[in-house]
């Protein structure tokens, strides 16, 4: 399989499309922190005016770990849309091209072929995130420092002390690659379906905004369903910014996307070996 994974990759990297969501969030980040470099301060003050008049607060707020969590908060429900790009290709893009057939010709199981791409996926996933670490968090903390951490949650803010900051991040941008690769996998299988990529990218990214938009809406019908979604467990990164963590909710979100990607994963393999592939 290695060989197959070295294959894939060559393919996904080679092709020009594959660094449009590198460049996105690239930008997107360099904006966001030039905006705070610039005009940083109003923010900060906007938000410090409902507790200033109760609290004293000492210290840097605008500093790299405010903005990685600002950024993070930002770019985490549309990096997934960034995602679908690829995983919606893996399968599609090599029917629309006519080398599907050619590949279960050669001699390699299915099993192989598919199990290769989807680790494949799931590297360009990682090294996403990889990517938006170093520029948020890393960038951020050259750029503007370090310091304690003041998160505004609705009515409630949490203060955590600087030394206790880092290991929260590498936490939760564990947990990231976890719910992204839910999403990478749910593109992949949705691309057997296809011969066109468009078409898996389009609905992975459609049940993701309407899971989503589900999973904010507080009435009692979609309350009911909200534990099924994928989605509601995809922000289970917040739990690591809590003054007490939930160690346990934490857990059961990463099982439930587990459970999902090897169940994608699964049934990816079981259709794709019975698939007649006529492409």
Known sequence: MWTILQIELFKIFKRPRTYIAFVAIAVIVWL??????VDGGAYVDFLMQSIRADFYVEGKILNGYFICYFILQTLLIHVPLLIALIGGDMIAGEANMGTLRLLISKPVSRAALISGKFVATMVYTLLLLIWMAFLSLGMSLIIFGTDDLLIFKGTEVVL???????????????????AMTTVAALSFFLSLFAENSIGPIVTTMSIVIVFTILTSIDLPLFNAIKPY???????????????HIFYNSITRSAIFLLAHIG???????????KKDVLS
Not at 32 to 37: E, H, T, V
């Open 32 to 37: 966001i922190q030039l905006a705070f470099y």
């Open 160 to 178: 955590l002390e600087k030394a206790d900051v880092l290991w929260r991040y590498v936490a939760a941008f564990g947990f990231a690659a976890i």
């Open 229 to 243: 979604l994928f989605t509601s467990h995809m922000l289970g990164w917040k739990g690591f910014f809590d003054d």
């Open 263 to 273: 169940g994608l994963l699964g049934l990816s393999m079981v259709i794709f070996r």
